[in-house]
Nanobody, 128 residues
Framework: QVQLVESGGGLVQAGGSLRLSCAAS????????MGWFRQAPGKEREFVAA????????QYADSVKGRFTISRDNAKNTVYLQMNSLKPEDTAVYYC?????????????????????WGQGTQVTVSS
């Protein structure tokens, strides 16, 4: 089992920045590829970003490329999402998720059902 706890959400004006954190506990953190997803009201949960176990490979949705940066600190069992130049359309509940690295390495980083563990989510609201 892996437990994931997100933090760092809040209310920010358009153009501002936030950094989300996701602290993991349980099994070996480096055994997992990590992802961030988001879900806006009335919409399906969507992929935002993902990172390999060692942090050397990252993937982004087109909508956040160039504005968001995913990173991880394996010594702290934590994955981060730095969000810059925020837009009102970034408003959503943000979730972190973990999947076994063997599965992640087959290219399933963007697929919700590939992830075994999910956090409870943290709200991000961007005002215009």
């Amino acid at each position: 089992q892996v437990q994931l706890v997100e933090s760092g959400g809040g209310l920010v004006q358009a153009g501002g920045s936030l950094r989300l954190s996701c602290a993991a506990s349980g099994r070996t953190f480096t055994s997992y590829g990590m992802g961030w997803f988001r879900q806006a009201p009335g919409k399906e949960r969507e992929f935002v970003a993902a990172i390999s176990s060692g942090g050397g490979r990252t993937q982004y949705a087109d909508s956040v490329k160039g504005r968001f940066t995913i990173s991880r600190d394996n010594a702290k069992n934590t994955v981060y999402l730095q969000m810059n130049s925020l837009k009102p359309e970034d408003t959503a509940v943000y979730y972190c998720a973990a999947q076994p690295i063997v599965r992640y390495n087959t290219g399933n980083y963007g697929r919700l059902t590939a992830y075994d563990y999910w956090g409870q989510g943290t709200q991000v609201t961007v005002s215009s």
